[in-house]
Every structure is written in C-alpha cells, then in structure tokens.
C-alpha cells in the first residue's frame, strides 16, 4: 500500500483563497489563527497521520475488531494512535478554550479531519462521533451534564455515540420502540440500537451515547421521541467513575468495508429495570437535539467523501508511476509506465478534478457555517446560516457519491491488480460504500435539498448563491475567461432546473422528488464547478498561500479539465429532471 501523504499545499490554498481566512480572523474568537499557525498545524498533522495512522489502515482492515465478553478489542496499534491523537490535544480542536479546546474555526478542522479519515478511515470514526456527541451536549445539555461530562468528551478522554436506529426503523424514525421511564432526577432506557459505530471499543475508559427513546406520555411519530444521554459507565460527583451502566454491545456488524471499526448491536436496560440515563433537552423534543449531531455528521460523512477519493488518487497515481505496460501510442517499441497513457491519464484527471472540487465545496460550507456562528453583522449570520443550510445535504450526497467514482476509477487504473486486495485499491473501493448510506441516505438528501431547503423558502437561499456565481470577473486571461463563461453558462442551466422545480404549474410531486436526486447533482456540480473557476482566478492572480509556481499552474489545469469533462453533465442533469419524471412512476409495481 502507497504511503499517504496529506495534500497540505492543495488545503492552504482553498483555505487562504476560497474560504478567506483573513475575513475569519477578523472574528475576536479566531484572531490567533494566524496564517503561519494554520501551516504548522496543517503539517504537524500530516505528518501525525502519515507516520502513525496511515500505516494502521491497512492491516487493520484485515485484522478487524473483535468483540467478546462483551468487551471489544480494536486492530493492533488502534488503541495506542488514538492516545497519541488525545495527547496531541485533536480531539478538542474546534471547540472553545472554555470547554478544554484549541477554539479553531471549523473550516481548519475539516482540513484535519480530511487527513484523519484519508489516512485511517476506520480508525477516524470514533473521534468523529464523539465530536457530534459535543455539539449536541453543548447546545442542548443542562450545565449539570455538561460540568460532568464535556471537559472529557472535548478532550477525548472520552469518546461518544450517535443511537438513532433500530431494526424496524431507519430512516422514519417515528417507528422507534426504545422506551424510557422517569425515575428520579434521571431516567430508565430500554431499547436495542443497531449500526452503532464504535457503540463499544478499548480507545477510552468511558463511552458515552446519544440515545432516542420514547417516554410513556409521548405523542405519536416523531414529535414524541426524547434524547437521552446514556454513559458506559456512571460517573459519580467527583468525576469518578461509578458502577458499570446496563449498556452493552451485544454484536458486532459484518461489513463490506470499515472492517476495523466496530459497528455494534447495541442493547439498553436488557439485565435490569433499565440502562440510566440523562435527558438531553426537553422532553419530546430529542429529534431536534439529535439533528444537531446529525447536521455535523453530514458534513464531516461528506468529506469522507473528499477523504477517501484523495487516498485512492494518491494509491493510483502511485501505481501508474510504477506499473510498465503496453508501448506508447503514439508508437514506439518499448513498454511505458502506464501514467504515459491517455486513457489512464483521462482517469487520473478525474479522480484530481473531482476530489479538488469536493474538497473545496466541503471547506467552504464550513467557512459559511464558521460565518453563521461569529460574524457581528446578525444579516451577515443569517445570509451565511443560509448557505450552510442549503449546501450541507450537497455535501454529504454530492461528495460522497462522487467519492464511491473515485475510489471505483482507483480499482480500474490498477487493472487486474486493482481487483486483488493485497494492493490496497479495493479497500478503498469497500471502505467509500458506507458513506452515501449513513448520516441519512443520499436519497434523502436529495429530498432534504429539493422540500426543505429550495422548495419550503421558495427558492430564496438558491437565489442568492446563483446570484453569486453570476458575479465571476472578467478576466484578460482568455483561458480563464473561458473558464467563466462555461462556469456561467452552467449557472443558468441550474437556474433553470431551479426554476422549473419552483414551478406551481409543474404541480406533479412525484415528478418533481423523481429528479431530486440529478438536481442535487446539478447543483454539487456547478458549485464545484465554481470553486474551481475561482480557483484558477486565484492561481493567476498569484494566490495568497504562497504556492510554487507549478502548483499554482496546475490548479489551471485541473479547473481546465473539470470544465471540460465534468461541467458538461450539467446539461444531462437538466435533461433528467425536466423530462425525465414520468419514466421513473411509470412502470406497475406489479411488473417490478
């Protein structure tokens, strides 16, 4: 397997020029990030997961994780990486120093966590959830839970769980059956959960989940479920651990990929009159809690998107660097490397150009969502609230379909060797397959991008973001001047699709969620397509990240060449979703 090597030059730059960070540490909450101690962060990381957890990924994939006695044991070398990440004080980076963290904006932290998940996908899910596990406490937790339990959790002393599904209910959560019962100043919660992402692990001495369940009184469907926080292990006044909790892992998932992360069956209260737990807001009023967890899992869901597409382009290019097959064709007697091919440069190309995009359209939403949170200017917050809100199911859909390609054209590049797992290139294939799924399906998401955020503000928070792009300069540079206008002539086919969608005489619902899911795509494509475009504005100009010269061309390239190869199928989204809607409903059940 490829050594990873975190793309530091390629994060400084969409940091510095697409998601100015100037303008962030304006902020009095980010004034210290300066840019030289985003560089030595950056690096300090890299080289953090490129020496100790990106050489874990692999054998951990084929050791797994092991449960018995009801204990789970993680893959050789996980346990220790992850004090190494605690000590190194990651685990709390975007968190205020209030609550024991660095008090980084957001928008570095993506670019962390992009390293943690390219270098070790498996191994990364745990801080991930307990970084949602945080959120979710801060916003929603009485002080007396958070006194107890965030300074721990901030600084990963202790880890987190998110418990929403069972085996009756996925995605409709109204159908849950875990109950809980009042006693006391806290509560009694029975219930099993499934697909439990480090739900049980050796990483840290308390673990402490997020758990939906539904009280006695509770009204029917979602409105009556509550979220309970629901610790491994009681803890007593003085921070102490207490008696073990009825909370235990009672299985663990056999997977096609994340063979190393322990995906538990989770049972609550099954050896007494219930597991304890703590509420977590108001009573009936657990889902909105948990949608602050789960906003934050599907933008970081959406980068491990960006993530894996970036390892399985390095282990590609790697390959094509080395592999010696077949004469030129432009003729010539000898065998090349196959990175000399066009065809496998067309695939190389893709894999750069999309996972560029991505990684760009994940930084920037996160740069919005810093704004929503600490900008002065409450319409400021609002605007950038707003485009946080409606860029966040593009991210997590977009990002991580595009994601599942990548690692796809990785296979491919390697051939026959790519099918053999002893080269690496399948894992990543394997391991990409979980994230269009989790978080909320990317079906959902589409359906989340189309009736919750275009079709319920009428189109307002899309409004301004075409507006936006539409405001691209003029260049003297007739590449990128090029570039502009195919970027704007994309604009106006999604503004066009937005429109159509907006329609009250297209009054056919079906029809309309039929093209939900080209409609997400459109839009992650021209938005890429955006940050690409601006990208390369910035290359010319002379970018502000200090890059060398060669870096700074092949920005212009690879905006090229999405604009070329990728921004086309905006017109085939338009395609299907104007004329495609009646084709997807017209077929009997009965014919299926």
């Not at 020029?17 to 300066?34: I, K, Q, S």
């Not at 539904?214 to 029917?220: G, S, Y």
Request: glycine fraction near 10%; hydrophobic fraction near 40%.
């Amino acid at each position: 397997m490829s050594d990873y090597n975190a793309p530091v030059q390629d994060m400084q730059f969409i940091l510095e020029n697409l998601c100015d960070m100037d303008g962030l540490r304006a902020f009095p909450a980010f004034a210290e990030t300066t840019g030289d101690l985003v560089v030595q962060i950056l690096n300090e990381s890299a080289r953090f997961t490129g020496e100790v957890l990106a050489p874990l990924n692999q054998p951990g994939d084929q050791q797994t994780s092991i449960l018995a006695d009801k204990a789970v044991t993680t893959p050789d070398g996980f346990k220790d990486a992850y004090r190494a990440f605690v000590e190194g004080g990651w685990n709390g980076t975007p968190f205020a120093p209030e609550h024991g963290g660095m008090g980084l904006p957001w928008t570095i932290t993506t670019a962390l966590q992009e390293m943690w998940q390219s270098s070790n996908l498996a191994w990364s899910l745990c801080p991930l959830l307990t970084i949602g596990a945080i959120e979710s406490l801060i916003a929603h937790g009485a002080p007396e839970l958070k006194a107890k339990f965030l300074e721990k959790l901030v600084s990963g002393e202790w880890a987190g769980t998110m418990n929403l599904t069972e085996p009756q209910a996925g995605t409709d959560l109204s159908l849950l059956k875990s109950r809980a019962e009042r006693e006391g100043d806290h509560y009694r919660i029975k219930g099993t959960k499934i697909f439990i992402t480090y739900g049980e692990q050796d990483f840290t001495d308390n673990i402490i989940h997020l758990v939906l369940a539904r009280l006695p009184d509770a009204p029917p469907g979602v409105k009556g479920i509550s979220l309970f926080l629901v610790p491994k292990f009681l803890v007593n006044d003085d921070g102490t651990l207490g008696e073990r909790n009825d909370a235990y892992a009672i299985s663990l998932e056999h997977k096609l990929g994340i063979h190393a992360s322990p995906t538990c069956v989770m049972a609550y209260g099954e050896n007494s009159d219930g597991a304890v737990g703590y509420l977590i807001g108001d009573e009936h009023d657990g889902l909105r809690c948990m949608f602050t967890m789960m906003n934050n899992a599907r933008l970081n869901v959406g980068l491990q998107g960006v993530s894996i597409a970036e390892r399985a382009y390095q282990h590609a290019v790697a390959y094509a660097r080395e592999r010696v097959q077949s004469a030129p064709v432009e003729g010539g007697g000898e065998s090349v490397t196959i990175i000399q091919h066009p065809d496998v440069r067309r695939m190389l190309m893709s894999m750069r150009a999309q996972t560029e995009a991505m990684r760009a359209l994940a930084y920037y939403t996160n740069s919005a969502l810093d704004r929503s949170r600490h900008h002065d200017d409450p319409e400021a917050r609002g605007y950038n609230q707003r485009r946080t809100d409606l860029l966040t199911p593009i991210v997590k859909a977009w990002c991580t379909d595009l994601g599942v390609d990548v690692a796809s054209i990785g296979v491919q590049v390697h051939g026959g060797m790519g099918f053999i797992e002893e080269t690496g290139a399948a894992q990543y294939f394997r391991d990409s397959r979980i994230a269009p799924i989790y978080e909320g399906t990317n079906g959902i998401q589409a359906i989340d991008l189309l009736g919750r955020k275009l079709m319920r503000d009428g189109g307002a928070a899309m409004e301004e973001l075409l507006n936006e792009i539409d405001d691209l300069p003029d260049s003297d540079d007739p590449e990128i001047a090029t570039l502009i206008a195919e970027q704007k002539n994309a604009n106006r086919v999604l503004r066009h699709a937005t429109e159509w969608m907006l329609d009250p005489a297209n009054n056919d619902v079906n029809r309309k969620f039929a093209g939900a899911h080209a409609f997400l795509h459109l839009a992650g494509t021209v938005v890429g397509g955006w940050l690409m475009t601006r990208s390369a504005l910035a290359a010319a100009g002379g970018a502000k990240s200090g890059a060398s010269p060669v870096f700074l061309d092949s920005k212009r390239i690879t905006a090229r060449f999405y604009s070329d190869h990728i921004l086309p199928r905006a017109n085939m989204h338009l395609e299907t979703i104007t004329k495609g809607g009646d084709s997807v409903m017209a077929l009997a059940e009965e014919a299926f």
